[in-house]
Every structure is written in structure tokens, then in C-alpha cells.
């Protein structure tokens, strides 16, 4: 794996930073560095401070401005803190200007996902993605992050067909990219025969937003033990359980969250693990019902979906955490038949937006888990008739 000594460590204190462009609002900026401060605690950071800057595009040194990056080096004297995360992809030399003006680590939202990403990684797969993905972020920005190889080689030995040290790193880099698509293809076909070793079974994936509860109920719906915390990308590999609904199989499969602004390059490395969504025959929206942004987040997967050529199959939108959305919206002095018509209200809509293949659920009460069960078996069951129209087939 690369070494990256700026990496973050435990309990480190961090700043975070956004910038309010001129298709935002304030109110998105804030929600997506509440989201950059829940990916700094899944890392292990406190988050100490936030600075947000109004700007109708980027600047091209400093991406905040140097007014900003002035302020929050003045906020910086005198107190303790280890690093500076900026919500949005940095280049190169816009992470060289702001370190040297600041004199702490900085890293982008892309590089602390890769971080996570890569303390998450377990199987081979998945560590050999997050290391390609890693590569690919570091190779455009070699040149803005490392200045001082810019220099020719020197000294005994070091004088050959005249190629930079900056030339150099680039070719090592770019060889180590080829060298983990190799492998990857090597582990996708090893895949690829272990998904058709798993015979005619309809094929069911859950997909969904980083920690809606995605594993919670594969552990459920699959009696299985998948590991499931209150972090993000508690996930990566995906998760195949086979599963039997009254004398019906089916295989289910976990996969990994998805988010905003997840890198490019990540999605592209991941896209072999993400074969499962592409091959499955129906799909579990899981949505977090209670969190303020859930109808941005449907939409993040929606269009995630649409990228995978995935967005066209029988789709089940599962609305989770349904004791939360009471906690949150239910005052103590409502009556039972006002807070029945508030869900009745909620459930109406979402059944109207999702031609009725919507469910509600508490995972984590079992709350529905049985009207999810019929739901799930229906269009199991629909789905082998399809399939082998034909052939009898005994549920």
C-alpha cells in the first residue's frame, strides 16, 4: 500500500473547510461538511472548527482565497491542531500553496474517503481498489505536491538520459497503475467464475446511501453475521448470503454505500465489486427515512444506478429507521391517531413516487420485517416465473 505520512491518526484535530460556489447554498455546504465531519470521526479526528467562503468559482491557488487561507492561519496560532480537510478535490498545487502558507497537513474529501477506504479494505479485491484508486489520485498531482523533484537527478550515478525525478515518479506511478489492473482483472475473472458457480438462483441486492443500515438488515433478512457499526463504509466487500423465504432460495447480497462526491477514480476501481448491483435481478433501495437530506441521498444512488446501467431493474425502496423519524418529528403531546396521520401522510407520498414497491421499517426494532419478507418473496416468486416461464417451479 502506499505510505502517506500525513495520514490520519487517532484523535487527531482537524479543521474542516467548504466553499459556497455559485449553485450552492449555505445550507448545502453545511449539510455536506456535516457529512465531511462524520467521514473525519469514521477516520478517528475530532473536528475542532469549520470555515465556509462565498465564491463564484475557486481561486486557482488556494481554492479559497487568500484572504481565507489568511484567516484560518490566524486561527491556527497558538492552538493544536493536526490537519486541514477541505471538502472538495484539491490539485496538486493548491494543496503545496495552502500547506506552505498554513504549515499543517492538508488533505481533500477524495484523499480522506481513500483513507477510510483503505483502512476498511479486507479481502484481497478490495485492497488491491483502494490502492489503484490511491495511485490514481496521487499521479496528476505529483508535480504540485512534490516541487523539489521538478530538479534534474544529481551526483554519482544519477546521470543518465536526462529524465527528471518528477519523470521518474510519474513512470514508476503509471507502472504501478498497470501492474493493479493486471491483478484486478486477474481477481475480477476469479469473480466472475465464483458468481456463475452459484447456479440459477435470483440474485437480490441491497443498495443504498454509506450507513442507512444496509448490513443491519442483511444480518436479518440472512440470520448471517455481517459486520455493521454507525460509521461510514462500514462496507466494502460485497457480502453474498443464500436465503430461503417459505421453500424459495434466493441469493442476497451487501454492497458498498454509496455517497456524494465520491471520487471518479474510485467508482472506477470499484466497479468490479460493484458487478453485483449490475447482475442482480432485483434491488433493495435501503433509505434512511430519518436524516434531513434523504430525498439528495435517493437521488446520489438514483443517478449512481444510472452510471451502472442498473437503474432500469425491479427496484424495492426500503425505508429504514422509522423509530428515529418519530423520535425526531413525534412531540410527546401528539395523540396516536395525529402521529398515525403524519405517516400516513409520509407513507402515501413516497408510495405515489414509487408506484407502491415501498416498505417501512425499523432494522433496528424489527419493526416490518415480516410485511418486508412478503414484499421480498412476491417479487422473488414473480421473478423465477419470468425467468423460466416454461419450467414448473415448486415454491
Known amino acids: 500500500m502506499i505510505d502517506k505520512q500525513q495520514k490520519i491518526k487517532e484523535q487527531e484535530r482537524v479543521i474542516l473547510v467548504g466553499l459556497i460556489q455559485k449553485d450552492q447554498t449555505t445550507e448545502q455546504v453545511t449539510e455536506y461538511l456535516d457529512e465531511l465531519a462524520f467521514l473525519a470521526e469514521t477516520a478517528g479526528a475530532v473536528t475542532v472548527k469549520r ?119 510519474r513512470r514508476i506511478v503509471k507502472d504501478k497503475i498497470s501492474l493493479l489492473r493486471k491483478r484486478l482483472v486477474e481477481i475480477d475473472k476469479q469473480s466472475f467464475t465464483q458468481r456463475k458457480d452459484r447456479g440459477e438462483f435470483i440474485r437480490v441486492s441491497l443498495v443504498g446511501y454509506t450507513n442507512v443500515g444496509k448490513s443491519t438488515i442483511m444480518n436479518l433478512l440472512s440470520k448471517s453475521d455481517v459486520f455493521a457499526e454507525n460509521k461510514l463504509f462500514a462496507t466494502l466487500d460485497t457480502t453474498t448470503r443464500k436465503v430461503v423465504f417459505e421453500n424459495t432460495p434466493f441469493l442476497l447480497s451487501d454492497t458498498v454505500g454509496f455517497i456524494r462526491k465520491l471520487p471518479h477514480h474510485l467508482v472506477e476501481s470499484f466497479k468490479s465489486t460493484l458487478d453485483e448491483v449490475r447482475e442482480a435481478d432485483i434491488l433493495l433501495h435501503v433509505v434512511d427515512i430519518a436524516h434531513p437530506q434523504h430525498e439528495d441521498q435517493i437521488n446520489t444512488v438514483n443517478k449512481t444506478l444510472q452510471e451502472l446501467n442498473a437503474f432500469d431493474k ?10 428515529l423519524y418519530e423520535k425526531l418529528h413525534f412531540d410527546e403531546w401528539l395523540n396516536d391517531e395525529v402521529k398515525q396521520h403524519i405517516f400516513n401522510e409520509l407513507k402515501e407520498k413516497w408510495e405515489n413516487n414509487t408506484q407502491g414497491n415501498c416498505v417501512f421499517i425499523s432494522a433496528l426494532e424489527k419493526r416490518n420485517i415480516e410485511e418486508l419478507r412478503t414484499f421480498i418473496l412476491s417479487k422473488v416468486r414473480e421473478m423465477y416465473l419470468i425467468r423460466y416461464p416454461y419450467k414448473t417451479i415448486h415454491f
Open 51 to 169: 470555515f465556509m467562503q462565498k465564491m463564484q468559482f475557486p481561486d486557482s491557488r488556494t481554492y479559497i482565497g487568500k484572504g481565507k487561507v489568511d484567516e484560518i492561519k490566524e486561527y491556527l496560532t497558538g492552538r493544536n491542531i493536526d490537519m486541514v480537510i477541505f471538502d472538495d478535490e484539491l490539485s496538486g498545487s493548491q494543496i503545496s500553496n495552502i500547506q506552505t502558507i498554513l504549515g499543517v497537513p492538508i488533505i481533500d474529501r477524495s484523499d480522506l474517503i481513500l483513507d477510510i477506504f483503505a483502512r476498511r479494505a479486507r479481502t484481497a479485491q478490495a485492497k488491491v481498489q483502494v490502492e489503484l484508486a490511491q495511485y490514481q489520485y496521487i499521479l496528476p498531482r505529483l508535480k504540485g505536491m512534490w516541487k523539489h523533484l521538478e530538479r534534474q537527478g544529481g551526483g554519482i550515478g544519477t546521470r543518465g538520459p536526462g529524465e527528471t525525478e518528477i519523470e521518474t515518479d
Open 314 to 323: 425491479p427496484i424495492l425502496t426500503i425505508f429504514n429507521k422509522v423509530d
